[in-house]
């Protein structure tokens, strides 16, 4: 990662608020690199890598895996040279401790986070949508234990990332996550269209 290699910018969100499927267009309509850890967690786990038998179990119980961990995996990723405007953090930091090793990574390349788009939906909407979801996708950590022990991680854990960026004064939008998709879609694109970077269709 270089000082101008694009913008740097983070959806967060609860789980079961949108964030994968508005990353993914978010991603496409800026052509920003889409890194979403839960997706390169669950790629290792596909392929039974000795990294995918570690996280398994706790993936799939709703917590947390550790952040020296999760930390080396999107360290590694960030250091990967590739084309596009920039890149999109999903689903990681998730707790300040990731937040401030990211921080750390960052400014060893002369970096900062550009923006950060918070999806923001309340608690009985996620429950329900997680669930709806899981009936769907048959997540193994879709179940109703696991649900109720990701939502609760949320709230002791990922919640005070905000906090922690409010503090440090960062760039944080917060959008309206309630809705139908397109009308989140547009909601997102203006907030991250009032950052200054063009959409690239
Ligand atoms: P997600 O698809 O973002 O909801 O992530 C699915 C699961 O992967 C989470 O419940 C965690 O077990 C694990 N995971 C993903 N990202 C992180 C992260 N930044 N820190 C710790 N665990 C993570």
């Known amino acids: 990662m270089t000082p101008d290699d694009g913008v740097i ?11 994968g499927t508005q990353s993914a267009y978010i991603s496409d309509v800026f052509d920003l690199a889409h890194v979403s850890t ?6 290792e786990v596909a392929k039974g890598t000795p990294l995918g ?17 999760i930390v080396r995996v999107i360290e590694a990723r960030l250091l990967r040279k590739e084309g596009g405007s920039g890149i999109l953090l999903d689903g990681f930091p998730r707790t300040v401790a990731q937040a401030q090793a990211l921080d750390a990574v960052l400014a060893r390349a002369g970096r900062t986070i550009d923006v950060i788009l918070f999806l923001d939906v309340p608690e009985e909407e996620l429950r ?15 179940t109703p ?3 109720h022990t990701r939502l609760e991680v949320y709230e002791s854990e990922t919640a ?4 922690y ?14 809705g139908d998709i397109d009308e989140v ?9 009032a950052h200054g970077t063009e959409p690239a269709r």
């Open 9 to 19: 910018a983070i959806l967060f969100g609860a789980p079961g608020s949108g964030k």
């Open 38 to 43: 839960g997706d390169m967690l669950r790629a």
């Open 53 to 69: 038998v570690e996280v398994e179990p706790i993936m799939s119980s709703g917590q947390l895996v550790p952040d020296d961990l």
């Open 128 to 142: 329900e949508r997680i669930l709806r979801r899981g009936a769907e996708e048959d997540r193994p950590d879709d």
């Open 145 to 147: 234990e696991a649900v």
């Open 160 to 163: 005070p990332v905000l906090d």
């Open 165 to 178: 960026y409010d503090a440090v004064g960062a760039n944080v939008q917060h959008v309206d996550g309630v």
């Open 185 to 193: 879609r547009a909601r997102l694109r203006r907030a991250f269209g």
